[in-house]
């Protein structure tokens, strides 16, 4: 992935997680893409996550595909598992290294043309089984890796660095999860990192497939006018539906419930949150009407961000098929292979 690394050196005074990690502790190798691609913003705010989190890198793992994302795994949690798979086939590994290690947070980064393309079957049947993983899909609209052609998200109309416009219809990410029962469901902009990293932080902690949805321009071969997946256009247009954080599971913080007004509540970490009535209009757990605003979004040309459905009963691939507790790499021989008869008699089951 990268040549370079970064030098292992810290300030004496740096903030430390719960685990005493730095921020640096967390980072990875020197990136080599594009000076200003929206992959290292997508970088950055995936190291502020899991710092905040103070996820063990030691028990993460780290998936990806072919393509400009694909390279993202490189630059973060260098003290991390990861594979780098063929093109499009990250889901599929990424599904069997669940089923044999459940102890693992699995994080996969990939593309709009490593996932909607080649591997847009494998992102269904990802999402079909709730495989439990933070699934970023770093969106820019074009194969960066190959100079620039459309790719299946690139909406109608906009235009190529050469003037070339667009005339296939687009495949939404957001959409394409809703409609297949996706349990959690996000977008972000990787210009926006105060809404991302709690979006990621969120995505992490859920139990089942959590897809997020990231524009990351290129500046390459789509950040020029008539582009709509270009810094200037994603700003003029991203429309915040759900202003997201995210509080880790701790001592329960209540209030008394305040008839009008603003209310402000200290939480754990010395910060505040000013909390105030809201219209019941948006509802995130609603898959109907979180389908109806996304689409009536792209009607307008908006952008919908935030956390736009969340399944909070959602069951995870390893309840769904009823696999052992234990990672398969800590059961003995004689468990995983349990010899002929065992498996005339599982066959016999079948017959």
């Not at 260098?78 to 459940?102: D, E």
């Not at 660095?161 to 990787?190: C, H, W, Y």
């Not at 098929?321 to 292979?337: G, I, Y």
Request: glycine share 8%.
């Amino acid at each position: 992935m990268t040549s370079i690394a970064k030098p292992p050196v810290s300030h004496p005074s740096a903030r430390v997680n719960a685990l005493g990690l730095t921020l640096r502790d967390y980072e990875g190798g020197m990136s080599t893409l594009c000076a200003g691609c929206g992959h290292d913003s997508v970088t950055a705010a995936i190291v502020q996550a899991t710092w905040e989190l103070a996820l063990p890198p030691h028990r993460a793992a780290k998936m990806s595909g072919i393509g400009c994302s694909s390279k993202t795994t490189a630059y973060f949690m260098k003290q991390s598992h990861g594979f780098n798979s063929v093109h499009g086939r990250m889901p599929s590994v990424t599904s069997g290294a669940a089923a044999a290690n459940r102890a693992l947070t699995y994080i996969g980064v990939s593309g709009d043309g490593d996932s909607l393309s080649i591997g847009l079957g494998q992102l269904s049947h990802a999402i079909r089984r709730n495989v439990n993983m933070l699934y970023v899909l770093e969106n820019n609209g074009v194969y960066g890796l190959t100079k620039g052609q459309f790719s299946a998200s690139a909406d109608i109309g906009s235009t190529s660095k050469k003037g070339e416009a667009n005339e296939q219809a687009p495949i939404d990410p957001v959409l394409l999860a809703l409609t297949l029962g996706a349990t959690f469901v996000a977008r972000s902009f990787s210009g926006d990192k105060r809404q991302l990293v709690p979006i990621l932080k969120a995505g992490l902690a859920h139990n089942g497939f959590a897809i997020v949805d990231v524009i990351s321009p290129c500046v390459t071969f789509n950040d020029h006018e008539g582009s709509t997946k270009s810094y200037a256009y994603t700003r003029a247009h991203e429309r915040e539906e759900v202003h997201a954080d995210f509080v880790p599971l701790t001592r329960a913080i209540t209030m008394e419930e305040a008839a009008s007004g603003v209310s402000e509540v200290p939480l754990h970490l010395g910060a505040s949150v000013r909390l105030h009535a809201t219209s019941s209009d948006y509802d995130p757990t609603s898959r109907a009407s979180a389908y109806a605003h996304v689409a009536a979004c792209h009607a307008r040309g908006e952008l919908a961000t935030g956390l736009l459905f969340v399944d909070e009963s959602s069951r995870d691939m390893h309840l769904l098929m009823h696999t052992v507790e234990a990672p398969l790499v800590d059961l003995p021989f004689e468990q995983l292979c349990p010899g002929r008869a065992a498996l005339d008699a599982l066959m016999d089951e079948y017959r």
